[in-house]
């Protein structure tokens, strides 16, 4: 009996100890496991050449990253790398029968080598560029097979030097796509430190840190006939035609 009145009597105790201990084995895993994507901090008003290295390093090796614009914080690969837009389509869910693919050029002049620009749509690109834009173009045979059957590609030289850097020092365009925001708040979309907690376990290895975001997306204008500009969707950006 006196061991069954020391047990019953002790219980709560122990029983408050282990879960205490677990409770602190949880605050140790959370605080101190490594990080499995790797953060970058860029300030767009004074770019690192060798932060910038490193992503077009990833960028290169097939990787996908998360990097700012100059409105949603999106998720880009190399735009030539067919096994890299795959993995990105499959990971966003895009159908790349069904949705227009976009691409992040570093400016006109290599935008001009993915899709036809007339006269009339290389003025309206002087006039809106860099900027936060979608502009649908005429797309060129130059992009991997992911962009075949789809005649128009989505063209975007964001008002973001990081961005636009990523793009010029690669070589050639990124694919781009927003990170999703429906359902978010706004700390969730635009803040980093909330971005990077949400896709830490994803498969992305790297985020480029560029400072808080913009909550609203680029304004899409479809130019594939330039002589008739269409609003597809009304965002950031103010479009005069």
């Given amino acids: 009996m006196k061991h069954l009145f020391f047990y019953f009597r002790f219980l709560p105790f122990f029983a408050f100890r282990q879960t205490e201990y677990r409770l602190f084995a949880y605050f140790c895993k959370i605080t101190f496991s490594p990080r499995l994507m790797k953060t970058l901090r860029i300030y767009p008003s004074?770019?690192?050449?060798?932060?910038?290295?490193?992503?077009?390093?990833?960028?290169r090796s097939g990787q996908a990253i998360i990097y700012p614009t100059d409105t949603l914080y999106a998720i880009g690969c190399d735009a030539l790398n067919q096994g890299a837009i795959e993995k990105l389509c499959k990971f966003k869910g895009l159908n790349t029968q069904k949705n227009t693919?976009?691409?992040?050029?570093?400016?006109?002049?290599?935008?001009?080598?993915y899709a036809r620009i007339d006269n009339r749509t290389f003025?309206?690109?002087?006039?809106h560029c860099p900027g936060p834009f979608t502009f649908l173009l005429p797309a060129s045979t130059t992009l991997p097979k992911a962009f075949k059957g789809r005649?128009?590609?989505?063209?975007?030289?964001?008002?973001?030097?990081?961005?636009?850097?990523l793009a010029e020092r690669l070589g050639h365009p990124?694919?781009?796509?927003?990170?999703?925001?429906?359902?978010?708040?706004h700390d969730e979309i635009t803040a980093p430190d909330?971005?990077?907690l949400r896709y830490d376990s994803s498969q992305i290895p790297l985020m480029i840190d560029g400072g808080r975001g913009e909550s609203t997306p680029s304004t899409i204008v479809d130019l594939t006939d330039s002589s008739a500009p269409e609003i597809i969707r009304q965002g950031l950006g103010i479009f005069n035609d």
Avoid at 50 to 57: L, P, Q, T
Avoid at 151 to 165: E, F, K, M, Y
Avoid at 175 to 181: F, G, K, Q
């Fill in 123 to 127: 003025k309206l690109l002087r006039q």
């Fill in 174 to 185: 990124l694919l781009t796509t927003s990170l999703p925001s429906d359902g978010l708040d």
């Fill in 151 to 165: 005649h128009t590609v989505g063209l975007r030289i964001p008002d973001n030097p990081i961005a636009t850097t």
């Fill in 101 to 113: 693919l976009s691409i992040i050029c570093a400016d006109i002049s290599q935008a001009s080598d």
């Fill in 46 to 59: 004074s770019i690192n050449d060798r932060f910038i290295e490193e992503a077009c390093d990833a960028l």
């Fill in 194 to 196: 909330e971005i990077m």
